[in-house]
Structure formats: C-alpha cells, structure tokens
C-alpha cells in the first residue's frame, strides 16, 4: 500500500490537522478534465489554532478580499462582522483622509517628471460604465500624483486636470504617456504644446489584440495546442493499447490546427506586421514599415474597425515613436 498523500490545511498550513468533510479534488483523465468542486469544511485544529492563545498573532494578507478580512475578524473576535461592514469602515475612513493632492504638496516627493495619465470607467447603479471616469495621474515609478472624478473622459475635463497638476501641484512635466485616447491627445496639445507626448506600448499591443478579435482566435488555438501537448506525452504504458485511437487523434488534432491557422491567416499576419510596425527601434524603419501600413489600410478598407486603428496609427506616429526623437522618454509605464 502506497503512502498516503498529506494535505495542508487551508486555514493553518498544518499538515497535522484532521478535518471533516470530504474535498473532491481535480483529476485528470486522457480525454478531459473534471473540474474541482469546492467543499467547505470544519478544521478542529486551525479552528483551535485561530481562536486560542494566538489569535492575536494572525497576519491578515496585504491583499486580500473584503470577506476574507471580515473571516478572519469573525475568527479572532468571535462576533458576526459581515464583509459589508469592512467596505463602509474603509469607506469611512477614506471619506475622512486627507487628498492625494494636499498630500504630494506636503510631502514634496521626489518625482520624475514623467506622467502616465489613464482613465477607468466607473459602473454606477442606474448608469453606464463610462459616463463616470475615474481620471489618474501617476509618476513614472508609479506614485499616484493626481486623481479626480470626471463625467467621461471629455477634452475640458482632462484639460481642467492638466491646470491643477501644472497650477496647484507644481508637477515638474518633462513628458506625458497615455492610450490613444483622442480627448487626451488634444487636452495635451492645448495645454502643454511643448512637452513630449508618448503613447503608452501596452495599451498600444492590448488595442492591436482587441481589433483583431484575437483573444477568441488564441482560445480556440491553445485548447487544440494543449490536447497535441498531452496526446505526444502519452505513448507510454499503460497507455499503449489504445495508440491506433490516440494516433488517430493526433493526426486529427493537428489538422485541426493546420486548418485554423489557414482561416485567420490574414488577422495573424496583420497581428504580426503591426506588432513589428510598433515595436520599431528606430525612424529608418519606421518611414519603410509605414509604406506597407498605407497598403494594408486599402486591403481592409470593408472592415471599419481596422481601418479606423490603420488610420490612427499613421495619424499619430509622431506620438508613437516619441521615445526615438527624444531619447530620454520612456515608451510604456512600468505600472
């Protein structure tokens, strides 16, 4: 009889503790996998561990969840705190500190210079994702400078942001990076003509991606590369006495992948041909690669979508390879 297999409590990390209850575990067959059913169970030791002499010793993680924390009170206090009461607590508490703003101004920072300027949608009850925007402004190293809550990401709002960093905070701008929003580009323009504008490389890869359409293509095309990964790994014993099926899977399995490839060749090879267009490392290459951009624009002209992105990207060179004119410009935020 084998050793049997310990398993580490969920709670204390003991490999001593009894538990109740049963866990079903993933298995992994040759045709699929099942998937794990999470069961919940009573842990006598972890429980005894939790609650005793060193509850006061528990380490809540850095991050973690609102009903995490809010187990991990109910544990040590022995009282019902729900995870709705750890959001208003922090939302109390947040309510009554101080700004971002008076903050930097107080503590004076020692900041770079460079400022990465981004939105994220707010979904409210009774209203649409971005007709609320949170509006940031962070420091190349990733410190939070600015930040207000704006009704979309509209031109006079992200110029009347741009005047407190500049008025207020006294930012010492020597570039900005951000999307390719064009609202942000022309707040820019108006209020600080002189200092450099960079497109942001990430934002610029996860926009080709999201054209393209090609997260579905990469779902369908790992699936099929993680079953050849798998069939190539199982002509051993005990398996043998079914390798004619399992060939002929294979064989069908790679068929399979031959012929998606063939049916989204053209978006691959435009994926392929944009990300070398952007990944450019210098004007040379960028002046010959934008030729082949003109004649992909005419080669898509029925699909809008990409036709649209083809134009910005030739639009917005100069914003695109800012970090080739002026050496000293980074080209994406290392957030």
């Known amino acids: 009889m084998g050793k049997r297999r310990s398993i580490r409590c969920i709670w204390c990390g003991s490999l001593n503790t009894k538990k109740y209850g049963k866990i079903k575990r993933t298995e992994f067959y040759l045709k699929s ?21 060193n509850a006061s010793e528990l380490n809540i993680p850095s991050i973690c969840s609102y009903r995490v924390i809010a187990k991990r009170l109910r544990e040590t206090t022995k009282s019902f705190i729900s995870k709705s009461t750890i959001h208003n ?6 309510l009554r500190s101080r700004s971002l703003k008076d903050m930097v101004k107080d503590l004076n920072p020692h900041l770079t210079g460079f400022l990465h300027l981004d939105g994220k949608g707010i979904k409210l009850k009774g209203r649409r994702k971005w007709e609320l925007t949170l509006f940031i402004a962070q420091d190349f190293v990733g ?15 992200i ?10 905070i006294k930012y010492p701008f020597r570039g900005i990076i ?13 209020k600080m003509p002189e200092i450099p504008h960079q497109f942001c490389l990430t934002h610029l890869l996860r926009g080709i991606d999201r054209v393209i359409n090609y997260q579905h293509i990469y779902n369908q095309l790992s699936k099929l590369l993680r079953r050849l990964r798998s069939l190539k790994s199982v002509f051993v014993h005990p398996y043998l006495s079914k390798k004619p099926s399992l060939l002929r899977e294979l064989k069908e399995i790679k068929q399979r ?12 090879k435009l994926r392929r041909y944009l990300r070398v267009y952007v990944l450019s490392n210098s004007l040379n290459k960028v002046d010959n690669r934008l030729m082949k951009l003109k004649r992909l624009r005419i080669k898509f002209k029925r699909q809008r979508k990409i036709t649209n992105f083809l134009n910005m990207l030739i639009k917005y060179r100069d914003n695109i390879f800012c ?13």
């Open 143 to 157: 410190l939070p400078v600015h930040q207000n809550l704006i009704e979309g990401e509209n031109k006079l709002a």
């Open 33 to 53: 996998t099942k998937q794990k059913i999470p069961r919940d169970f009573i842990v006598k030791t972890a429980r005894e561990h939790l609650v005793g002499e």
């Open 257 to 268: 992948i031959k012929v998606l490839k063939a049916r989204h060749k053209d978006m691959l």
């Open 89 to 94: 607590y922090l939302k109390e508490v947040s």
């Open 159 to 168: 110029m009347n942001f741009l005047e407190v960093l500049k008025e207020e």
């Open 178 to 190: 951000s999307d390719m929003s064009e609202n942000i580009i022309y707040a820019v323009k108006e």
């Open 323 to 335: 970090h080739l004119k002026y050496s000293y410009m980074p080209y994406t935020n290392i957030c």
